[in-house]
């Protein structure tokens, strides 16, 4: 069975990296996780991540925060994510490079697309850290303008949701999942797949995204094998 995708963008959540402990890294959640991204470089597919922080850091501490330094905050801790991840697939074997959008040369490469892309050519899984480098933009939206920038065939949005739904369901039990979705629904109705501008990135780019649950980590092999897994999300 080959798979469906050639070049992927899977956002990691940085609460999926802290597994049941909420907060902080669970090690043997990011190896598992780590895992079948191995997988799905065995089987020939070049991945390339984009990490959230919220295992670490999530928005302003407090009202009277200046939102422009919590989040840079919030980029280092993506950054952490981004090094943690790296360390992973690196134990199992597998070529990796970390990127950041904002400089630290010293424990990471700097984001220039070209290098990346060229890393992903060369079978290396490159690692996204700290968004896109500015305040105000979300690690949804880094996703989608990454996703964009290395000409991904996909981008896999990896959530502890397993899938989009018409409503919350952990609020609501008559909440009616999606098995496909498109993306101007996605805005129309304010569904909670990603922000707004992460959502006009993938529209004006025709870039789909597969919501699917990172509770099971073999999701992510399943996913790039084309299985039902999640709910896709497509232009129309």
Known sequence: M???YNRVLLKLSGEAL???????IDNQTVVDICKSIKKCTDAGVEVAIVVGGGNFWRGR?????DRTRADHIGMLATAMNALVVGDALESLGVDVRVQTAIDMHQVAEPYIRNRAIRHLEKKRV???GC????P???TDTAS?????????DIMFKATMVDGVYDKDPHKFDDAVKY???????VLTKGLAVMDSTAAALCRENKMPVLVFSLEDPENIYKAVMNENVGTVVYVD
């Open 126 to 128: 490159v690692v996204f």
């Open 18 to 24: 802290a597994g049941g402990k909420k907060t902080g």
């Open 179 to 185: 098995d496909t979705l498109p993306l101007s629904e």
């Open 144 to 152: 989608s303008l990454r996703a964009a920038e290395i000409n991904a």
């Open 136 to 138: 105000y933009f979300s």
């Open 61 to 65: 501490s407090n009202e009277h925060m």
């Open 131 to 134: 968004g896109v480098g500015s």
């Open 2 to 4: 080959s798979p469906k």
